[in-house]
C-alpha cells in the first residue's frame, strides 16, 4: 500500500477514489429530511423540559422555579409540578417538532435555490 501511494506521489497524477455523479452526491448529503429533524428535535425538547421541571421538583425549596414557570405564560395549563412536567413535555414535543420542520423546509429551499 506504501508503495502504491509513492507511485502515486511521484507521477503527480490523480487519484480518483470515487467516481460520482456531483449533483446527486449533493442532493443525498446536503439535504435534510425535515420531518426526522422535527421529532429528533421534539424530542429533545419535551425531555430537556421534562427533566428541567422534574428536577425543580425534587429539589424543592421555598420558592419553586420561578423562572421555568414563566413559560405558563405561553404555555397553557404547564406549571412547576410532577403533572406540569408531562404537559411540558407535550408542549416542548409539539414546539420542538414544529421549529425543526420549518428549519429543515428552510434549509432545504436555501439548498435547492443555490444548487440550481
Given at each position: 500500500m506504501?508503495?502504491?501511494l509513492?507511485?502515486q506521489?511521484?507521477?503527480?497524477?490523480?487519484v480518483?477514489?470515487m467516481?460520482t455523479?456531483?449533483?446527486?452526491?449533493r442532493?443525498?448529503?446536503?439535504?435534510?429530511n425535515?420531518?426526522?429533524l422535527g421529532?429528533?428535535?421534539?424530542a429533545?425538547s419535551?425531555l430537556?423540559?421534562?427533566?428541567?421541571?422534574?428536577?425543580?421538583v425534587?429539589?424543592?425549596?421555598r420558592?419553586?422555579?420561578?423562572?421555568?414557570?414563566?413559560?405558563s405564560?405561553?404555555?397553557?395549563?404547564?406549571?412547576?409540578?410532577?403533572?406540569?412536567s408531562?404537559?411540558?413535555?407535550?408542549?416542548?414535543?409539539?414546539?420542538?417538532?414544529?421549529?425543526?420542520?420549518?428549519?429543515?423546509?428552510i434549509?432545504?429551499?436555501?439548498?435547492?435555490?443555490y444548487a440550481?
Amino acid at each position: 500500500m506504501v508503495t502504491f501511494l509513492r507511485q502515486q506521489l511521484a507521477s503527480k497524477t490523480p487519484v480518483v477514489l470515487m467516481d460520482t455523479n456531483d449533483d446527486e452526491l449533493r442532493h443525498t448529503i446536503v439535504r435534510l429530511n425535515s420531518i426526522t429533524l422535527g421529532v429528533v428535535l421534539g424530542a429533545f425538547s419535551g425531555l430537556t423540559l421534562f427533566l428541567a421541571t422534574i428536577w425543580l421538583v425534587v429539589k424543592g425549596g421555598r420558592e419553586i422555579g420561578p423562572h421555568l414557570s414563566l413559560l405558563s405564560q405561553y404555555f397553557p395549563g404547564y406549571s412547576v409540578s410532577f403533572i406540569g412536567s408531562f404537559i411540558g413535555f407535550f408542549y416542548g414535543l409539539v414546539v420542538g417538532f414544529v421549529v425543526g420542520f420549518v428549519f429543515g423546509r428552510i434549509y432545504n429551499f436555501i439548498v435547492d435555490s443555490y444548487a440550481k
